[in-house]
Structure formats: C-alpha cells, structure tokens
Nanobody, 125 residues
C-alpha cells in the first residue's frame, strides 16, 4: 500500500511561482518501480495530465500547455516528487493531485493506482 500527500498549493497572483511537493509512504519498493505523475482538475472539468517522472528520474513528460513553465523532479532519498510551476496563469487553477503507477510511464489517469488527496492552486488575474 502506498500513501501520497501533496502540499504547497495556495492562492497566488498570475505570473508568480509555486512548488508543489508529493511525499509518499508505505511500500518503498513498489513506489520506486513506478512513475509519479501530477494531474490537475478544474471545477467541472475532467482530471488532466500535467507531468510525470520515471522512478529513476531519467524520463519526464509534460502536457503541451505546461512544457517550459513547469518542471518535475524527484528525490528518492526523501520519497518526494516536486512540481515547480513558474509563470502561473489563471487557467492553471485547479486541484493538483500526485499519483503513483506500478511500472508505467504514462499520461493516462487509469495507469495510476495510488492517488493523494490533492492540493488547491488558485491563480488570480
């Protein structure tokens, strides 16, 4: 069993930066085998892919609208994955979730078996 806890969200003005953290606990070996992804969900919208990072940090992928502004990284010694978000826009508003997969590097929600509770990010114009 893997537990994930997100932190770092908040209410900010457009143009600023935030760094989200996702700390995991539970089965360290299971977590180490899979990618960790960030997803977000705006009110009334489906959950959408933001970024993922492979278990060893060598592979990353970003949604087109985030590439160049967001950076995902991980520190396996701390069991933590980070999402650095720069130049935030109002359309980045939503609940941000981190999730762990079991062996897949994927953009699909269905490939992630463990989810955190989410952290709210609100970007004002």
């Amino acid at each position: 069993q893997v537990q994930l806890v997100e932190s770092g969200g908040g209410l900010v003005q457009a143009g600023v930066s935030l760094r989200l953290s996702c700390t995991t606990s539970g089965s360290g070996r299971t977590f180490g085998l899979g990618a960790t992804g960030w997803f977000r969900q705006a009110p009334g919208q489906e959950r959408e892919f933001v970024a993922y990072i492979s278990w060893n940090g060598r592979a990353t992928d970003y949604a087109d609208s985030m590439e160049g502004r967001f950076t995902i990284s991980r520190d396996n010694n701390k069991n933590t994955v980070y999402l650095q978000m720069n130049s935030l826009k109002p359309e980045d508003t939503g609940v941000y979730y981190c999730a762990a997969s079991l062996g897949f590097n994927s953009r699909r929600v269905s490939d992630y078996g463990y989810w955190g509770q989410g952290t709210q990010v609100t970007v004002l114009e």
